[in-house]
């Protein structure tokens, strides 16, 4: 078992920036492929999937965005300690949702049903 617990989320102006946490304990963090995904209301009205927004595999080596990401959000992640960040710079209102963490054993991917361990998600709103 995985627990995961993000922090960092909360209301900002446009062009800001916030830095989401996620603490992971359990089963050895190094091993797992840690993902952020997002999910307004209107997607969970519509049944809709989360959101991928970024992964990052154990070595720290391969990252992947989705496009509307690119250049301004960053994830990293600090084996040491057993954390994965998300760094958000120049945000945009469309960029307001509840980001969630996820984990899985092995390479990193896309799809929200390959992740077997999730946070409970922190909001993050962007106003104009």
């Known amino acids: 078992q995985v627990q995961l617990v993000e922090s960092g989320g909360g209301l900002v102006q446009a062009g800001g920036s916030l830095r989401l946490s996620c603490a992971a304990s359990?089963?050895?963090?190094?091993?797992?492929?840690m993902a952020w995904f997002r999910q307004d209301p209107e997607q969970e009205r519509e049944g809709k999937e989360r959101?991928?927004?970024?992964?990052?595999?154990?070595?720290?080596?391969?990252?992947y965005y989705r496009n509307a990401v690119k250049g301004r959000f960053t994830i990293s992640r600090d084996n040491a300690n057993n954390t994965v960040y998300l760094q958000m710079n120049s945000l945009k209102p469309e960029d307001t949702a509840v980001y969630y963490c996820?984990?899985?054993?092995?390479?990193?991917?896309?799809?929200?049903?390959?992740?077997?361990?999730w946070g409970q998600g922190t909001q993050v709103t962007v106003s104009e």
């Open positions: 996820a984990a899985r054993p092995g390479d990193w991917n896309t799809s929200p049903r390959q992740y077997e361990y």
């Open positions: 359990g089963r050895t963090f190094n091993a797992y492929a």
């Open positions: 959101e991928f927004v970024a992964a990052i595999n154990w070595n720290r080596i391969y990252t």
